[in-house]
């Protein structure tokens, strides 16, 4: 059998979108020799340049892309890869932010394939989220975003799998924030202030820029949106209660610079929070979706330092499933999904699964 050959459109070349490519770099002999695949980076773009690979400079992008790089409109790459004869095109959008979502529909009525780091996408209106599940299936091509929710950890597919087996999820309990993972998994463990543990968790790259959006509890809730979304839930952002960590006097409505010279006012909440609990309990942040009463839930809990909430490690992800076959006792989905390199394997592992789909689909 041939080579078979993925040409990658690269959307973001910062963190997410440089460790990517030094993954694919890194692992592409074993992905020639153990799956027959060759990835390619013919285009790699930031918010308004590109830089086009010339033929002579297979993946050799570091070098050249500050220098080589020129203004790009969408339908100027999506023409540039017509001309050149790629095929096989997946874009990789490893941007932040919804303005890259404008491109998604018509990329994929030119025959690209999505894979997405920036879960803001899946949490637009629903009759965005809905348009683009039409074309993908009238334009016949995927688009997957396991690191949406949880980089590294199958939530998604799990989900999917479930659904294929006619079994059907009645609850969801998560953690599914680095950042409030690693504080109060040392918050519980540790007698220290909450504002210095947050100011570890914003030296250590834990936290978002402005660790107020981790706190605000927008991020959970984005995350528990695509959750529900993938068990047909027809909901909106504003449709999931949160409970914000913040005070009114360091709300995102405060300049960055009196909320990083305020942080301490935190501690006299966490304070009182952590004595008030129950002997051997701790305090969590959770997402919680009951599909029995309809409610979709961000909040502070206190659990059993002994329950699978209570017992998780710093940075660690614990997604519970619950289903009419399992009952009481959930399916666990846990481990690490903190860093670029836990991200950039999980686009990776998206980036295989549409080739290995695409090969099929030729050969069979």
Do not use: C
């Not at 025959?111 to 209106?125: A, Q």
């Not at 250590?204 to 959970?220: A, K, M, P, W």
């Not at 006299?268 to 979706?289: C, D, M, P, S, T």
């Amino acid at each position: 059998m041939s080579v078979y050959r993925i040409n990658i459109v690269l959307f973001g070349i910062r963190t997410i979108g440089s460790a990517l490519i030094r993954e694919v770099i890194k692992n592409q002999q074993s992905l020639l020799d153990h799956h027959n695949i060759d990835l390619r980076f013919p285009i790699i773009a930031n918010s308004n340049l590109a830089f086009f690979e010339k033929e002579d400079q297979k993946n050799n992008w570091e070098a050249d892309v500050n220098q080589l790089t020129i203004p790009y409109t969408m339908s100027y790459i999506i023409d540039r890869a017509k001309e050149k004869g790629h095929e096989n095109l997946i874009a990789i959008d490893a941007t932040r932010g919804p303005e890259f979502a404008k491109s998604y529909i018509s990329l994929i009525q030119n025959g690209f394939d999505i894979v997405s780091v920036n879960n803001i996408v899946n949490s637009l209106h629903h009759d965005y989220y809905t348009e683009v599940r039409r074309n993908l299936k009238k334009y016949n091509t995927e688009f997957l975003y396991e690191s949406h929710i949880s980089p590294g950890l199958a939530v998604v597919d799990t989900i999917k799998d479930l659904q294929a087996s006619g079994d059907i999820v009645t609850k969801v309990r998560t953690v599914t924030s680095n950042s409030l993972s690693y504080i109060f998994s040392r918050f519980g463990n540790e007698a220290v202030p909450f504002s210095k543990i947050l100011e570890d968790a914003e030296k250590l790259g834990y936290t978002h820029n402005d660790s107020r959006e981790d706190l605000s509890g927008i991020d959970v809730a984005r995350k528990l949106l695509i959750i529900a979304r993938e068990l047909d839930q027809k909901v909106e952002l504003k449709d999931i209660k949160v409970q914000s960590l913040l005070t009114e006097s360091i709300s995102k409505s405060t300049s960055k610079v009196i909320y990083n010279s305020q942080k301490k006012i935190l501690d006299r909440f966490f304070k009182i929070a952590k004595q008030n609990q129950k002997e051997k309990h701790v305090l969590r942040y959770i997402g919680e979706i009951d599909l029995e009463h309809n409610t979709f839930e961000v909040k502070l809990v206190s659990v059993p330092i002994d329950s699978n909430f209570g017992q998780l490690k710093a940075g660690e992800h614990l997604i519970e499933l619950y289903t009419l076959n399992t009952g009481t006792t959930p399916i666990r989905i846990q481990g690490a999904a903190f860093g670029k390199q836990n991200t950039a394997k999980s686009i990776l592992n998206d980036i295989l699964k549409i080739a290995e789909r695409k090969r099929t689909a030729v050969y069979s």
